[in-house]
C-alpha cells in the first residue's frame, strides 16, 4: 500500500510539472508574438505613412497651374476693347452692306469674337484685374502690348467710325474690308506679342487662334478688293 501512495504522489507530480512548463511556453510564446509582430494600430499606421509617401507632394507643394503674367493682364485688356470695336463694325453691315460676301465676313466676325470677349473677361475677373468699360470712348488709347501711352494697333479713330457709319452699298462694301484689315494687322501684332511674352496658356492659345484666323480673313478681304 505504501509503494502504490508513493507510485501515485511521483505521477501527480510529474503532471503538474509537465502543465506548469505547457503554461510557461505558451506565456513566452506570447510576449515574443507581441514584441515581434506590430500591432494593427501600428500596422495601420506605417500604411497610412506608405500611401501618402506614394501619393507625392500635396496640391499646395505643386507649382500652381495656369499661372499669368502682367503680359497676359495687357494682352486681355487690351483686346477685349479691340474686339469689341470689329464686332461694333461688323454689326453695321447688317444693314449697310450691299456684298453678301461682307455681310457673311461680318456675321463671322461677330460669331468669333463676341465669345472671345466674354472669355477674356472671365479670366480677368478671376484674376481680380479690372475688365475694360463696355464702351467706345477712350477706346483709341488702350493699355499694354508694348503700346503703353500710345494707339492701340489697329483701332479706327472716332472719325473713322462715324465715317463707316454713314456709308451704305458699294461705298460700304469697300470701306469695310479696308478699314477691318487694317484692324485685323493691329490685333494679329498683339497676339503674336502675347505668343511671345505671355505665361497664361489658355491666353497664349486664343493668340494663335487670332493670328490663325484673322489672317485668313486679311487674305479673303484683300481678295474683296481685288488684291492677291
Same mark, same amino acid.
Given at each position: 500500500?505504501?509503494?502504490?501512495?508513493?507510485?501515485?504522489?511521483?505521477?501527480?507530480? +510529474?503532471?503538474?510539472?509537465?502543465?506548469?512548463?505547457?503554461?510557461?511556453?505558451?506565456? %513566452?510564446?506570447?510576449?515574443?508574438?507581441?514584441?515581434?509582430?506590430?500591432?494593427?494600430?501600428?500596422?495601420?499606421?506605417?500604411?497610412?505613412?506608405? !500611401?501618402?509617401?506614394? !501619393?507625392?507632394?500635396?496640391?499646395?507643394?505643386?507649382?500652381?497651374?495656369?499661372?499669368?503674367?502682367?503680359?497676359?493682364?495687357?494682352?486681355l485688356q487690351g483686346m477685349i476693347p479691340h474686339h469689341r470695336q470689329a464686332v461694333a463694325m461688323a454689326d453695321l453691315a447688317a444693314s449697310?452692306?450691299?456684298?453678301?460676301?461682307? $455681310?457673311? +465676313?461680318? !456675321? $463671322?466676325?461677330?460669331?468669333?469674337?463676341?465669345?472671345?470677349?466674354?472669355?477674356?473677361?472671365?479670366?480677368?475677373?478671376?484674376?481680380?484685374?479690372?475688365?475694360?468699360?463696355?464702351? *467706345?470712348?477712350? *477706346?483709341?488709347?488702350?493699355?499694354?502690348?508694348d503700346h503703353s501711352g500710345s494707339s492701340a494697333p489697329g483701332m479706327m479713330p472716332d472719325g473713322d467710325m462715324n465715317k463707316l457709319k454713314? +456709308?451704305? %452699298?458699294?461705298?460700304?462694301?469697300?470701306?469695310?474690308?479696308?478699314?477691318?484689315?487694317?484692324?485685323?494687322?493691329?490685333?494679329?501684332?498683339?497676339? $503674336?506679342?502675347?505668343?511671345?511674352? %505671355?505665361?497664361?496658356?489658355?491666353?497664349?492659345? *486664343?493668340?494663335?487662334?487670332?493670328?490663325?484666323?484673322?489672317?485668313?480673313?486679311?487674305?479673303?478681304?484683300? $481678295?474683296? +478688293?481685288?488684291?492677291?
Amino acid at each position: 500500500m505504501a509503494s502504490r501512495r508513493s507510485l501515485i504522489r511521483r505521477t501527480a507530480a +510529474l503532471a503538474t510539472a509537465a502543465t506548469a512548463a505547457v503554461v510557461l511556453a505558451a506565456c %513566452g510564446g506570447s510576449s515574443d508574438s507581441s514584441s515581434s509582430s506590430p500591432s494593427p494600430s501600428s500596422e495601420h499606421s506605417g500604411h497610412d505613412m506608405g !500611401a501618402m509617401t506614394s !501619393a507625392g507632394p500635396s496640391a499646395a507643394d505643386s507649382p500652381a497651374r495656369g499661372g499669368h503674367n502682367a503680359q497676359d493682364v495687357s494682352f486681355l485688356q487690351g483686346m477685349i476693347p479691340h474686339h469689341r470695336q470689329a464686332v461694333a463694325m461688323a454689326d453695321l453691315a447688317a444693314s449697310r452692306a450691299k456684298s453678301p460676301q461682307v $455681310k457673311d +465676313l461680318a !456675321a $463671322k466676325i461677330e460669331q468669333a469674337q463676341g465669345p472671345e470677349i466674354d472669355t477674356m473677361s472671365g479670366w480677368l475677373k478671376s484674376w481680380g484685374e479690372k475688365v475694360p468699360d463696355d464702351n *467706345m470712348a477712350g *477706346m483709341e488709347s488702350m493699355p499694354g502690348m508694348d503700346h503703353s501711352g500710345s494707339s492701340a494697333p489697329g483701332m479706327m479713330p472716332d472719325g473713322d467710325m462715324n465715317k463707316l457709319k454713314s +456709308l451704305s %452699298g458699294d461705298a460700304f462694301d469697300t470701306a469695310f474690308p479696308r478699314m477691318m484689315i487694317s484692324h485685323h494687322r493691329g490685333a494679329v501684332e498683339m497676339a $503674336k506679342t502675347e505668343q511671345a511674352k %505671355g505665361a497664361y496658356g489658355a491666353a497664349r492659345t *486664343m493668340a494663335r487662334s487670332i493670328v490663325t484666323s484673322q489672317s485668313a480673313e486679311i487674305t479673303e478681304m484683300n $481678295k474683296m +478688293l481685288g488684291k492677291q
